[in-house]
């Protein structure tokens, strides 16, 4: 059973930094396009940030731009999020997700992605 498990979520002030990471358990399959969602109560998930494979292409949602850096580590398969000056609309649940397509450019919408973590909860208090 292929697993992705995020990790790092948890409370932190307005304009502080947070790091998730996203394991890979049970490789079977070779990942390509990776990225971060979010969902807050009462919206849709949502494109955070996302990576091809040989990191060539990134790309951010206009909300974490200049804020987020997203970064992978091919030989072991994890994905990271650097959130910096966090602010309390970053509050979220954050999804590592995994595509087995590929792909030459970022993949954003959910559809696209076909592997899930659990999610790790973000809370940005003001």
């Known amino acids: 059973q292929v697993q992705l498990v995020e990790s790092g979520g948890g409370l932190v002030p307005a304009g502080g930094s947070l790091r998730l990471s996203c394991t890979t358990s049970?490789?079977?399959?070779?990942?390509?396009?990776r990225a971060w969602f979010r969902q807050a109560p009462g919206k849709e998930r949502e494109f955070v940030s996302g990576?091809?494979?040989?990191?060539?292409?990134?790309s951010y949602s206009d909300s974490v731009k200049g804020r987020f850096t997203i970064s992978r580590d091919n030989a072991d398969d994890t994905l990271y999020l650097q959130m910096n000056s966090l602010k309390s609309e970053d509050t979220a649940v954050y999804y590592c997700?995994?595509?087995?397509?590929?792909?030459?450019?970022?993949?954003?919408?959910?559809?696209?992605?076909?592997?899930w973590g659990q999610g790790t909860q973000v809370t940005v208090s003001s």
């Open positions: 990576i091809t494979r040989t990191g060539k292409r990134i």
């Open positions: 997700a995994a595509s087995t397509q590929l792909r030459t450019y970022v993949m954003t919408q959910p559809s696209d992605y076909d592997h």
């Open positions: 049970a490789r079977t399959f070779t990942t390509y396009g």
